[in-house]
């Protein structure tokens, strides 16, 4: 590729720059947490070039992930940040070592990895060694440097490998998976985390067998994702417990069997063995309150498989009865990113979307970057299932 064609990819910003070398820093406008517990400023900042195994990518579209929230509001993080991860957007400059991706083209982002472990070699990068720090760390693992500053101090970056809280990220070329461009981009953000965690703990971790039983425990954007997975594999009885009725209508639409009110004062496991055949194969808790972890562990046939992708408080204890796990022979896994390796999954996500199993437009509602604040409050209050901030 020649460094003319890249520098004449055209500047689609708003930030009133003149046209700069993609081999530069750009300026970008960024929501940047500086305070725990405050709003995200929104801010201009300077975006390096990226390095040589590395790639700026204009954004489009980012999706709002609980974790952003839980970033936001504490968990341990450095400050200043800027949060995102669930990104989408095209190609401005790529790394002179980079060969599988160009200037133009439309890309999903999804988390990072070190590509070198033992669980990277098999193609489990959700499980790499070295996960939380390249993830949250704030930084470039392997020399400190963040791709971010304004006024040359620096400002913390690479969340998830990406920051997609900016109209520019610099991303590893390893966590960014080329789409069709005729494919919109507003929609596929989110599939680098939230719908990849909700499908691939049915797809890739439980691994569900056509025609077998699930409870899913909480129908947020990771509960519904797994519900249309569910029904995209042929599951037989697809059952959600949820007290949001508008969530378990969508639920109902989107492929869950049965719906369950677990506020109703009602059993709520005697109802999932009501209606699952006196218990269910599968069962994925996705709100991490250790009391339904239990329920979902007590409603598991013989030989069922409990999956727990709720984040539970620091301090949380297995609530379950040992003998009663060990008399059904119940396997438990706590599953990170649904076992996905992003490279392989996204393409099949994508092909689900295209087929009209994963209706992706269901769970997301847009918001302009400007009102980022926003659209965190309503991943917050539940008033949204997936908001995702629009940078044009
Ligand atoms: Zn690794
Ligand atoms: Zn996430």
Not at 59 to 88: K, N, Q, S, Y
Not at 273 to 280: L, N, R
Request: contains cysteine; charged residues 20%.
């Amino acid at each position: 590729m020649s460094r003319t064609g890249v520098d004449r990819i055209p500047d689609t910003h708003t930030d009133g720059l003149p046209l700069q070398s993609a081999h530069a820093p750009r300026r970008a406008r960024a929501a940047v947490v500086r305070q725990p517990r405050t709003a995200l400023m929104l801010e201009d900042i300077e975006v390096a070039a990226p390095r040589d195994d590395e790639v700026r990518v204009r954004m489009v579209a980012t999706g709002i992930c609980h974790t952003d929230v839980v970033c936001r509001d504490g968990f341990p993080v450095p400050l200043p940040i800027v949060l995102g991860h669930e990104g989408a957007g095209v190609v401005e400059s790529v790394g002179d070592a980079v060969q599988n991706l160009a200037p133009g083209d439309h890309v999903v982002l999804s988390f990072n990895s070190c590509g070198t472990c033992s669980n990277c070699a098999s193609r489990e990068p959700a499980y790499c060694h070295q996960f939380l720090g390249l993830n949250f760390g704030g930084v470039r693992l392997d020399d400190g440097t963040s791709p971010l500053s304004q006024e040359g101090k620096p400002i913390n970056g690479n969340f998830f490998g990406q920051s997609s809280f900016a109209s520019l990220a610099v991303v590893r070329a390893k966590n960014v998976v080329r789409v069709d461009r005729a494919l919109p981009l507003e929609l596929l953000g989110p599939l680098g985390c939230g719908i990849q965690t909700g499908a691939g703990a049915v797809m890739n971790a439980l691994k569900l067998r056509t025609g077998r039983s699930i409870a899913i425990f909480g129908a947020g954007a990771v509960g519904l994702s797994a519900v249309m997975a569910a029904r995209a594999l042929d599951a037989g009885a697809i059952i959600v417990v949820e007290p949001n009725a508008q969530r378990r209508a969508l639920a109902s639409e989107l492929g869950a069997t049965t719906t369950l009110d677990p506020r109703e004062g009602t059993d709520t496991l005697a109802a999932i063995k009501a209606a699952g055949t006196a218990g269910v194969d599968y069962a994925l808790d996705t709100t991490g309150i250790t009391a339904v972890a239990n329920v979902a562990a007590e409603a598991l046939l013989p030989n069922g498989v409990l999956g727990l992708l709720g984040i539970p408080p620091p301090d949380a204890q297995m609530p379950m009865n040992i003998m009663s796990l060990f008399a059904r022979g119940i396997g438990v896994k706590f599953i990170i990113e649904g076992d996905s390796d992003p490279q392989v999954f996204i393409p099949q996500l994508i092909a689900l979307y295209q087929a009209g199993k994963l209706p992706l437009e269901r769970l997301i509602k847009t918001f302009p970057f400007e009102q980022i604040n926003e659209a965190m409050a309503a991943t917050e209050d539940g008033s949204v299932i997936k908001p995702v901030v629009l940078f044009q």
